[in-house]
């Protein structure tokens, strides 16, 4: 998959690059990441990107030619990509977003930046996303966000099973989990990790996530549609749980 970002700073995306899985899946050819320069698709001398906004007002208005230009040179180089403005004003982004949108083959970010993009560039943005509602001085750690988030879903970038297994997957939070040592300032890892009696782990581990979605996220396991038989199974070990704490 191809992610390209379009910024005034596309440092923070090269360094962004350098590090942990997104740089291992670049090294592996399963992900493309390409940061470019706004400015270098003006066409004036000094490589002019913002200007004031007609009607008056304060800021300054990102324009819209150096990326309809980017826009020409890409669709000539690559084809049609899928576009996203990073916006405060967009759909908000989560789990769900980023699946469909390791679906693509070719995504162009949009960085915004100033008090807004000139209107007509919505011409060539397919939607606007933001990653939560506060304002950023700029929309490149959105972008960044979203080249995270969708590049686990993109086969190959990380162990298919553990995406499967980890939060909001299944509508529930992840369960605790434990490493060496067992014991720590007399704080012991709970003795049923260590039985090798894997049903049972597995449905303890689904109890003590559920006990934590419904603590700390209740609104995700109002979400949870389907309850499948590990389920069933660690809510009754939660019932029985909570009738034995209360003797
Ligand atoms: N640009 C500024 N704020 C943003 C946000 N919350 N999400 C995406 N892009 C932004």
Same mark, same amino acid.
């Given at each position: 998959m191809r992610f390209s970002v379009v910024t005034i700073f596309p440092d923070m995306i090269e360094s962004f690059k350098k590090f942990g899985v997104v740089a291992q899946a670049i090294a592996n050819g399963i992900i493309e990441v390409n940061a470019y320069?706004?400015? $270098?698709? #003006? #066409?004036d001398k000094h490589r002019v990107v913002d200007d004031y906004p007609f009607g008056g007002g304060p800021g300054m208005v990102m324009k819209a030619e150096p990326f309809f230009r980017f826009y020409d040179f890409y669709l000539e180089k690559f084809g049609k990509p899928h576009v996203v403005l990073t916006t405060p004003q967009g759909r908000i982004f989560d789990n769900e977003k980023a699946m469909e949108l390791a679906q693509k083959e070719d995504l162009v970010i949009l960085c915004g930046r100033y008090e807004g993009i000139d209107e007509r560039v919505m011409e060539i943005v397919d939607e606007e996303i933001s990653i939560g509602d506060y304002v950023l001085t700029g929309g490149e750690l959105a972008a960044m966000v979203i080249i995270d988030a969708t590049s686990r879903? +993109?086969?190959? +970038? +990380? $162990?298919e099973e553990s995406v499967k297994k980890e939060s909001f997957m299944n509508d529930l939070l992840d369960h605790p989990v434990y490493t060496r040592p067992r014991s720590i300032q007399k704080k012991e890892v709970p003795e049923i990790l260590l039985s090798g009696d894997h049903e049972k782990i597995e449905i303890w581990r689904r109890k003590e996530a559920m006990k934590k979605t419904i603590l700390k996220r209740p609104d995700l396991f109002l979400k949870k549609e389907s309850f499948d038989r590990i389920d069933k199974l660690s809510i009754i070990e939660l019932v029985r749980e909570l009738i034995k704490d209360a003797q």
């Open positions: 320069n706004l400015r $270098d698709f #003006t #066409t879903f +993109v086969p190959g +970038v +990380v $162990d």
